[in-house]
């Protein structure tokens, strides 16, 4: 099963070099579509990274999260920060 994902640093989709946040490929701020297009083309599951909140717990994205889960009708695993299932 292949399973996309989408990391997410203040809103923004990116690609960390390596784990590095120095080096960082930002990919658009609007993470929304890219997840309906994946759901779109067949995936059964996302997954998203909050790599904001895994840095700064103070500074999870919940709410851009739960909008982003909301969004589409598929499972969404979500990862990064996560302290609770709510």
Do not use: S
């Not at 759901?39 to 700064?56: P, S, W, Y």
């Not at 500074?59 to 299932?85: C, H």
């Amino acid at each position: 099963m292949i399973i996309p994902a989408l990391d997410l640093i203040d809103g923004t989709v990116v690609r960390l070099h390596q784990g590095d946040y120095a080096r960082q490929r930002d990919y658009g701020n609007d993470p929304l579509p890219r997840l309906q297009d994946y759901a779109a083309q067949g995936a059964g599951v996302l997954h998203l990274v909050d790599l904001t909140g895994a840095k700064d717990p103070a500074k999870r994205q919940i709410p851009l999260i739960k909008t982003l889960v909301a969004g589409v009708n598929v499972p969404v695993q979500v990862g990064g920060g996560v302290r609770t299932e709510e």
